[in-house]
């Protein structure tokens, strides 16, 4: 039903598994780990845009918030004029509301997708959804763009012992798969490398959430459902991650840890040029009107 995001997200990791398996081999779990990252790479550069446009829109949101206020003053109770007057000042000064959201809609199928890829390599579990294949079956079925091969690769690859498809979570069924390929790996050994990811990605997470924080204004500040939302920003959701995590392969934790460092670094890289742009632009030359014939001139100025 997905398939148009499904075979785009398995196009593009394969690629990156192509490129990196002819330097580290194809059955390396590095390889399949940087070819996870680098997905995450080439969906944030296609982002790059859309993200200084969102944050420029958060900043021309700023800007209008007086404005805004003022409107909310004069028009008290009267919701319909306040969003009407509301979209004039939008469209005079240029502001789309959507552009705000498009990196994270964007971003939303992507993690779907790449959830959906990487669980199909390994369909051996039972239940709501699942196809319950045998070992030998799953292994010798292609998954979009991969390859039989590449499905036996995927099972195989290991890193720090653990396989990158397996969850701390995994059933004993799904374990079951990589009996021929290195052993049934134990909870344990999953854990020792999913641990850290999800402790890294938690951390990133709060940081990512205070960087935002940070570039509001004060009016923001007092306001009870940003302050709420503020809150659950810098604590609630990166506790989510590490209670979630347990319940995803670890190579979606690695697109996880990977696509939050960047949004990190990408956030101080585009708030810095756009506060260097800020403080480029000359300031505003106040006009002074000559006096009128016969007025005192004003010498306060």
């Known amino acids: 039903m997905l398939d148009f995001i499904y075979y785009p997200v398995s196009g593009v990791l394969w690629i990156w598994h192509t490129v990196f398996g002819s330097i580290l081999g194809p059955d390396s779990g590095l390889t399949w780990a940087l070819a996870v990252v680098f997905l995450v790479f080439t969906l944030r550069v296609l982002l790059y845009k859309p993200f200084v446009r969102q944050v420029r829109t958060q900043l021309t949101m700023k800007k209008l918030q007086p404005e805004i206020t003022a409107l909310a003053a004069k028009y008290p109770g009267d919701r319909a004029r306040q969003s009407v007057e ?170 996880w840890v990977s696509n939050n460092i960047w949004t990190y670094g990408q956030q101080h890289l585009v708030y810095r040029r756009l506060d260097a742009e800020s403080a480029a632009q000359p300031a505003p030359v106040r006009r002074v009107e000559p006096p009128k014939p016969g007025a005192k001139p004003d010498r306060r100025r």
């Open 86 to 255: 509301m979209q004039k000042l939008q469209k005079e000064h240029g502001f789309n509301p959507l552009l705000g959201c498009l990196p994270i809609l964007a971003q939303a199928p992507v993690f779907i997708g790449l959830l959906h890829v990487l669980r199909s390599f390994n369909r051996t579990a039972t239940g709501f959804g699942q196809l319950g294949m045998s070992p030998e079956d799953n292994a010798n079925t292609a998954n979009y763009f991969f390859s039989a091969a590449d499905v036996q690769s995927f099972l195989d690859a290991r890193l720090f012992g653990a396989p990158i498809s397996a969850a701390i979570s995994s059933s004993q069924d799904t374990l079951g798969a990589f009996a021929s390929f290195g052993g049934v790996p134990s909870v344990m050994t999953i854990a020792l490398v999913a641990v850290p990811l999800m402790v890294v990605a938690s951390i990133a997470t709060h940081f990512n959430s205070r960087a935002s924080i940070a570039r509001q204004d004060e009016a923001s500040h007092s306001n009870p459902q940003t302050a709420l939302m503020n809150r659950l920003a810098l604590w609630v959701f990166p506790l989510g991650v590490l209670v979630g995590g347990p319940v995803f392969p670890i190579a979606v934790l690695l697109y």
